[in-house]
């Protein structure tokens, strides 16, 4: 494909989830039209991003200038710029193609729950994708804040979509932290990141090598860290539980297909293509620094056990899940890397599967905690399947996508050259995480479909009928458009254990670098 032709399809992939939310915009009243639009849109989008993924040459790393699109440049030498890469392409398509999942799946879930404000609910989601593609493909550190920023603001509504005090309070914490976090140490670091290399422009091997005393590594990285608080380090955690107040739909766009992705794909970003892998090892600054996700790690888990509500317990799974992936790039070998990015892709894939199946026990039996599910796999086979389904790849076992980025995070773990005891420390944290994975998260199933149903005070409240032995009636699934888009990600999870070599493929090549 020729320069011209892939600088064009880049422009396309933010155009066209700005273009389909005017067009959805104008559908308020057509409920029909604006969901077949927000479907279409999805689908052109995810065409576009397969086309930038076909073009690219995966058999170096050198393709990045090749595709450059300068955009603007307020500032000689600060431009904003975007490219074309491997590890934006695999962003991105993960991105795009879970908007096809989540579109079909909100259209039975907002009817089903009777949501208010839906149009407004569809034209943000299109807005917030076009942020994902800007900071999927962004060519700069600055480019990359700015849009990180965008998708802040853009997703404020959809927390707050409900309207209600929760809502408000729920939305008021996460652009606190969000926009908080960012001004005290994201901005400042890309400062002193500009001022020591004269360059904010991603590239093979990191720009700092060579102009940032190793010293200062640690406490520039660190920085970094907690600025990009999407990623959901603790303590800068808060905003993902409080933002749980949004309709499950919301919460599928902040924990598998934009916002947290956005911020643990920034991380990695930066320290592949600013610091350096080899830049972060020879200063020994992860030596330390991988205890901040690896704490994350085994506490969010340990909370995770003791929340009720089906959301919540999900939520502080996705912190444990980022850090992961954070630990991965700190690890800055090849395998840790692989294994971070990959689990970028099956976690996402995963995890929406779980925030789909809650939807649908909502939309369904109107429960929303653990305490209530016991039977109720009777009654919603297939909900509890697709949650055991993503439970298991969550887990890692094998047969299931989650098996092959667990399988490289410990390689990486393996190989990695630090203290021993921090050495210890991540193999032990890889395993206790993943028995209290089964614990909190396998739990959930085995009690929906095997324990007996226990009446609870909730049942009179939520249950339309009165009855007692509701739960033991036939079976009773969420709205078909629900099961398909829970279907399709679900597939997905079992797909990639036997055929993972395109998400494969884009994380070698991030490694490479």
């Known amino acids: 494909m020729t320069q011209l032709a892939l600088t064009h399809l880049l422009i396309l992939s933010m155009v066209v989830p700005i273009v389909g939310a005017i067009i959805i915009s104008r559908l308020d009243k057509h409920i029909n039209l604006r969901e077949t639009a927000t479907i279409v849109t999805a689908v052109i989008l995810f065409i576009i991003n397969v086309d930038i993924y076909l073009s690219l040459d995966l058999s170096h790393a050198k393709d990045v200038a090749a595709s450059r699109l300068t955009f603007a440049e307020p500032i000689e030498g600060l431009s904003i710029a975007f490219s074309a890469t491997a590890f934006?392409?695999?962003?991105?398509?993960?991105?795009?193609?879970?908007?096809?999942?989540?579109?079909?799946?909100?259209?039975?879930?907002?009817?089903?729950?009777?949501?208010?404000?839906?149009?407004?609910?569809?034209?943000?989601?299109?807005?917030?994708?076009?942020?994902?593609?800007?900071?999927?493909?962004?060519d700069n550190l600055f480019t990359l804040f700015l849009f990180y920023e965008i998708l802040t603001v853009s997703t404020y509504p959809l927390v707050t979509h409900e309207g209600t005090r929760d809502a408000r309070?729920?939305?008021?914490?996460?652009?606190?932290?969000?926009?908080g976090s960012s001004i005290l140490f994201f901005l400042p670091a890309m400062v002193i990141v500009w001022f020591v290399s004269g360059t904010l422009t991603f590239q093979e091997g990191g720009i700092l090598a060579g102009n940032l005393d190793m010293i200062w590594a640690a406490p520039l990285l660190i920085l970094f860290l907690f600025g990009i608080s999407k990623a959901g380090l603790m303590p800068l955690h808060r905003w993902l539980p409080s933002a749980m107040v949004a309709p499950t739909p919301v919460s599928a766009l902040l924990h598998a297909v934009a916002v947290v992705k956005a911020g643990v794909f920034s991380v990695m970003k930066v320290v592949v293509f600013i610091f350096g892998a080899d830049f972060i090892t020879e200063s020994g600054a992860n030596h330390w620094l991988i205890w901040i996700p690896l704490t994350t790690i085994v506490l969010a888990s340990f909370i995770a056990l003791t929340k009720d509500n089906l959301k919540e317990r999900l939520a502080y799974s996705t912190v444990s899940q980022l850090s992961y992936i954070i630990l991965g790039a700190l690890l800055a070998n090849e395998a840790g890397i692989?294994?971070?990015?990959?689990?970028?892709?099956?976690?996402?894939?995963?995890?929406?599967?779980?925030?789909?199946?809650?939807?649908?026990?909502?939309?369904?039996?109107?429960?929303?905690?653990?305490?209530?599910?016991?039977?109720?796999?009777?009654?919603?086979?297939?909900?509890?399947?697709?949650?055991?389904?993503?439970t298991l790849s969550i887990i890692g076992l094998p047969f299931f996508g989650g098996m092959w980025s667990k399988y490289y995070l410990v390689s990486g773990g393996l190989s990695f050259t630090g203290p021993a005891a921090t050495y210890w420390a991540v193999l032990i944290g890889l395993t206790v995480s993943s028995l209290l994975n089964i614990y909190y998260l396998l739990s959930i199933p085995m009690t929906a479909f095997f324990n007996k149903p226990v009446k609870t005070s909730a049942d009179h409240s939520h249950d339309s009928h009165g009855d007692p032995n509701s739960v033991r009636q036939g079976i009773k699934e969420a709205p078909f458009a629900c099961l398909i888009g829970m279907a399709i990600p679900t597939l997905m999870t079992l797909y990639l254990f036997f055929d993972p070599q395109v998400f494969y493929r884009l994380s070698s090549t991030l490694a490479n670098f």
């Open 88 to 138: 934006g392409s695999l962003f991105a398509l993960i991105a795009s193609g879970l908007w096809i999942a989540t579109s079909i799946y909100a259209i039975g879930y907002m009817r089903g729950h009777n949501e208010k404000y839906q149009t407004r609910f569809y034209v943000l989601f299109a807005v917030a994708i076009a942020g994902v593609m800007a900071v999927a493909y962004s």
């Open 169 to 179: 309070k729920g939305g008021k914490t996460y652009i606190l932290i969000l926009m």
């Open 338 to 390: 692989i294994g971070g990015t990959m689990h970028i892709a099956m976690h996402a894939f995963a995890k929406i599967s779980l925030f789909f199946a809650a939807g649908a026990i909502l939309v369904a039996s109107h429960k929303k905690y653990v305490s209530e599910l016991a039977g109720l796999g009777r009654v919603m086979p297939f909900t509890f399947a697709v949650f055991t389904i993503g």
